[in-house]
């Protein structure tokens, strides 16, 4: 036993086999040269080495110290060591002293050395077999025979008589060396996925590492830089600064803390590709196909996809984890009053991300009230007193996004209060500011859904469809794909339901628009891309 546990030590954690020229890494752990070559060479460019064992990093790529004093206990033991035909199993004749067999009879129910083997006897019963500790495990449990054929209907291996006369009579069945070679094909096909599979997952774990280091990298360097704009602000603005300095050490740490759940889920996934992947080759190896044959159905291990839904990565489309949700806008050079200062401020702290629509205070009404986060517009009778400028709404209640859409595909979602009237949709910058049709979908630059006295209509250029739909949610997706020309309306029911459609060319850049009459309207979030609800 102890002679197998040294044999394990022996082995290369990333071939599985016995060291080739063993080399050591700074951390201690032991890897064939040619092995830990290869992993070091997939790392490069990645800004970083780490060590396959223990994941620790390195910062250049790590000198290969050979070991010679462990490239000696290999030699020295795999020379005193029996080779893997004397593992243990012994002649059952030679009772003087142990001598290794060389094959087992099944007949007899013994083991033999090559003394005993030439004169035992040659008679068609004594089946000779691989030497096993217990060749009675090569009967059938019924009529006691030898072990001949593999039932396919059945999955079993079953004897002459159960093939003749017992409950296997007249079922398809093959030899077992036959069976054995067309199961270990498809272990070796089980095996090529589960090798792809774990470099697949081992480029996605570098992946994440990498963007968990850009964003620990962008948060900091965001940090300094916020530090030493507030320096320059008046004093009553330092709780702002603190305020700033803490939301972006927030979104830090949530990246961080999400990027490494992700690696220590997909470090398990590795982990437990890695023991499937030893156990297939060691049956793969095995030269007893019974034994092969013997172990319990692989179905499972087939499936390339098992326990890959990713729901957590999405797949490899997500394996790019954006940091920009860390970037932040420019204050506008003037500052003329507070009220400028603290809303570019505000804009400073609420960043948007890729897939954030954020609500623009200098063109809302101010009869709207804009929450903190800049993602919900309240009807207020309290006026806001917002400077009158040039692009503020002035005659209807009305608030566009500061984010602009001029191209590809995107959507956002949002929820309303059912008993308010309002409008949702999306609009060119050259809309007019004031006037009876600067109201959205009231003229030819914006497209909007409407609800009015428990009725919802589409509207465009003051054209307004009623829609037939029962709506009984208070949540709606806008869908725009801007190169197609098409901005979609949905009610996010279970399932989701498509509400309408206006297909068009765009001459301009979009924004999101929310005009409020009553109650309030807020934004849920959105994304770059979506796909068309069947």
Not at 14 to 33: K, S
Not at 455 to 466: A, F, M, P, R
Not at 469 to 481: A, K, P
């Amino acid at each position: 036993m102890a002679s197998a546990d040294l044999r394990e030590e022996l082995d290369c954690s990333i071939c599985l086999t016995t060291y080739t020229d063993p080399v050591m890494l700074r951390c201690g752990h032991n890897f064939c040269r040619v092995c830990i070559d290869r992993v070091l060479d997939t790392q490069d460019g990645s800004g970083g080495y780490s060590c396959p064992e223990c994941r620790e990093e390195f910062q250049e790529r790590p000198a290969l110290m050979r070991n010679l004093a462990l490239r000696k206990i290999m030699e020295n033991l795999l020379t005193t060591q029996p080779t893997p035909r004397e593992t243990g199993i012994f002649c059952s004749y030679c009772v003087d002293s142990p001598v290794p067999a060389v094959r087992s009879c099944l007949h007899c129910e013994a083991s033999l050395c090559d003394k005993h083997l030439k004169v035992h006897s040659k008679s068609p019963e004594h089946v000779l077999s691989d030497p096993s500790t217990s060749p009675g495990n090569r009967k059938c449990s019924v009529h006691k025979e030898v072990l001949k054929y593999y039932c396919t209907k059945e999955n079993i291996c079953i004897c002459v008589s159960c093939r003749l006369d017992g409950e296997h009579r007249g079922h398809q069945v093959e030899m077992l060396d036959e069976a054995s070679k067309k199961k270990k094909k498809k272990l070796r096909n089980v095996l090529q996925k589960l090798i792809i599979r774990r470099e697949e997952t081992e480029e996605r774990v570098q992946s994440l590492e990498e963007s968990r280091r850009k964003a620990q990298e962008k948060a900091s360097g965001e940090a300094e830089r916020v530090t030493a704009l507030f320096i320059d602000i008046r004093r009553r603005l330092d709780d702002l600064e603190k305020r700033v300095l803490s939301d972006i050490s927030r979104q830090e740490k949530e990246k961080s803390l999400s990027l490494s759940a992700l690696i220590q889920k997909l470090e398990i996934q590795k982990d437990e590709l890695s023991r499937k992947m030893r156990h297939i080759e060691e049956l793969c190896n095995m030269t007893d196909p019974l034994t092969v044959l013997q172990e319990p159905d692989t179905g499972d291990l087939c499936d390339p996809e098992e326990g890959g839904g990713d729901e957590d990565t999405g797949g490899h489309d997500n394996q790019r984890h954006d940091v920009d949700g860390l970037d932040v806008t420019v204050i506008s050079d003037t500052l003329h009053t507070l009220c400028d200062i603290i809303s570019g401020i505000r804009r400073r702290i609420y960043v948007e991300g890729p897939a954030d629509i954020l609500l623009d205070v200098n063109t809302a009404h101010n009869n709207l009230h804009i929450s903190d986060d800049l993602k919900t517009a309240t009807r207020t009778q309290e006026k806001q007193n917002r400077p009158e400028t040039a692009e503020r709404f002035q005659d209807y209640e009305q608030v566009m996004s500061s984010r602009r859409f001029t191209s590809g595909r995107h959507y956002w979602d949002v929820e309303s209060r059912r008993s308010g009237r309002w409008r949702v949709g999306m609009c060119y910058p050259s809309i007019d500011r004031r006037g009876d049709q600067s109201c959205i979908g009231d003229n030819n630059k914006s497209w909007g859904l409407q609800r009015f006295i428990n009725e919802y209509y589409v509207i465009h250029d003051s054209n307004g469809i009623q829609l037939p739909h029962n709506i009984s949610s208070d949540r709606f997706r806008i869908c725009l794909d801007y190169e197609a020309g098409e901005l979609s309306f949905y009610e996010l029911c279970d399932p989701i339901r498509h509400l309408h459609t206006f297909t068009t060319t765009f001459t301009e850049p979009l924004h999101a628009a929310l005009c409020v009459g009553e109650g309030s309207i807020k934004i849920l979030g959105g994304g770059r891309k979506w796909e068309k609800p069947s």
